[in-house]
């Protein structure tokens, strides 16, 4: 596609659910990260794709967050047993060569209520 | 371990008059930095880059940005600030890629720049 798209642009859920964010990185694009902003604070890195497989998910804050990444295309960031904590917007960005800069999506605004 | 600082939360700027965000960082080996962009509600866009060259970049919009190796700074400018530059800058910094080790960029907290009439 022409940008990177993230569904749903908005997700209000209740806490102790579970929820599932999709990003649709550009077409070609090797390189797949997520990235949480909270509120009043900087991006937060999460996990890093290269094609299917995460060589870095030193960012995910525990054990509740998963990632995977199909056809070296959609990625889908899992969060199990929501908490308050949790919400934040969550970026995904794609890239083509790692030298080059990021295009992100839009995002996911997600709350926990 | 790698690191960015924006050391000014907001900017205050009238429009017509030069503007400048700081960042400094700390990385081993050679540095990647980029300058965001967000505007409210809206994803990061990408401003400028600096991998190698010249020390003064060009980018987007009509910033700049300045790579200073002896300070570890990389300062985002523009000479003539409008009104709709008002936003939430981003300096970004990672070091140089090695396969399969990651590209992750490490992010500073965010400069909120507003630019009065």
């Known amino acids: 596609g022409a940008g990177v798209s993230q569904s749903p642009s908005n997700k209000v859920t209740e806490k102790g659910k579970d929820v599932e964010l999709r990003c649709d990185p550009i077409?070609?694009?090797?390189?797949l990260y997520w990235y949480r902003q909270s509120l009043g604070q900087g991006l937060e890195f999460l996990i890093y794709f290269q094609g299917n497989s995460a060589p870095d998910k030193s960012g995910l804050p525990s054990d509740r967050f998963s990632a995977e990444r199909t056809g070296g295309s959609v990625s889908t960031l899992t969060i199990q047993r929501t908490q308050q904590e949790d919400s934040a917007v969550y970026l995904c960005?794609?890239?083509?060569?790692?030298?080059?800069?990021?295009?992100f999506g839009s995002g996911t605004r997600l709350t926990v209520v | 371990a790698q690191s960015v600082a924006q050391p000014e939360d907001q900017v205050n700027v009238a429009e017509g008059n030069p503007l400048t965000v700081k960042c400094t960082y700390s990385v081993s080996g050679n540095p990647y930095l980029f300058w965001y962009v967000q505007y409210p509600n809206r994803g990061l866009q990408f401003l400028l880059k600096?991998?190698?060259?010249?020390?003064l970049v060009k980018g987007s919009y009509g910033f700049e940005a300045e790579f200073n190796k002896s300070q570890t700074s990389f300062h985002l400018k523009k000479p003539s600030a409008l009104v709709s530059d008002s936003a939430l800058y981003f300096c970004?910094?990672?070091?140089?890629?090695?396969?399969?080790?990651?590209?992750?960029?490490?992010f500073g907290q965010g400069t909120e720049l507003s630019v009065k009439p």
């Open positions: 970004a910094v990672r070091s140089m890629p090695v396969y399969n080790q990651g590209g992750k960029l490490i």
């Open positions: 077409s070609g694009h090797t390189a």
């Open positions: 600096y991998i190698t060259g010249d020390n």
């Open positions: 960005a794609s890239s083509f060569l790692d030298s080059y800069g990021y295009t």
